[in-house]
């Protein structure tokens, strides 16, 4: 999945830049770079420099003259944008319930079936099996095990 605003702009087919304009607004490649990691593009600086020069070479009735502004801003918001994804994937990722499923349903039907049938497995044991059972769940050691149902570490 590509982050919103860094597809590639597609031009009509009427609007074919001249090579002209290319190696005009082919210099400022280096410039735009730098621009970018300075607001935060990262590894993706390339990435919003050319995407910048693809858009203004793509402007219709682009003024020349204003080109460098024109495209200083489109890198500056593309690095911005790209802060903006990177924010909410960060959040997703935070607060898993909010995340978007990466498995298919099917894969949540199996796993609470599986955990169903481990709750009536548990519930069947003997409640010095099912003590025992409960604390490792819980995260319980097996020294902490063993202390806790009164035997020795070495047995538990």
Same mark, same amino acid.
């Given at each position: 999945?590509?982050? +919103?605003?860094?597809?590639?702009?597609? #031009?009509p087919e009427t609007a074919?830049?001249?090579? *002209?304009?290319?190696?005009?607004?082919?210099? =400022?490649?280096? /410039?735009? @770079?730098?621009?970018?990691? !300075?607001?935060?593009?990262?590894?993706?600086?390339?990435?919003?420099? !050319?995407? #910048?020069?693809?858009?203004? @070479? /793509? *402007?219709?009735?682009?003024?020349?003259?204003?080109?460098? /502004? =024109?495209?200083?801003?489109?890198?500056?918001?593309?690095?911005?944008?790209?802060?903006? =994804?990177?924010?909410?994937?960060? @959040?997703?990722?935070?607060?898993?319930?909010? /995340?978007?499923?990466? *498995?298919?349903?099917?894969?949540?039907?199996?796993?609470?079936?599986?955990?169903?049938?481990?709750?009536?497995?548990?519930?069947?044991?003997? +409640?010095?099996?099912?003590?025992? @059972?409960?604390?490792?769940r819980d995260g319980a050691?097996?020294? *902490?095990?063993?202390?806790?149902?009164?035997?020795?570490?070495a047995t538990a």
């Amino acid at each position: 999945m590509t982050p +919103p605003g860094t597809e590639t702009f597609v #031009a009509p087919e009427t609007a074919v830049p001249s090579p *002209q304009l290319w190696a005009t607004l082919v210099p =400022y490649r280096e /410039s735009l @770079v730098r621009l970018a990691r !300075h607001c935060g593009a990262g590894m993706d600086a390339e990435d919003v420099a !050319h995407e #910048a020069l693809v858009r203004t @070479v /793509s *402007q219709p009735g682009l003024d020349i003259g204003r080109a460098w /502004s =024109y495209m200083a801003r489109v890198a500056s918001n593309l690095a911005t944008d790209l802060h903006r =994804y990177a924010a909410r994937e960060r @959040v997703l990722r935070e607060h898993a319930g909010l /995340s978007p499923r990466s *498995q298919p349903i099917e894969e949540d039907i199996e796993r609470r079936d599986l955990a169903h049938h481990a709750v009536r497995l548990v519930s069947g044991m003997a +409640p010095e099996l099912r003590d025992i @059972v409960l604390l490792r769940r819980d995260g319980a050691t097996w020294p *902490q095990v063993a202390e806790k149902v009164g035997g020795h570490p070495a047995t538990a």
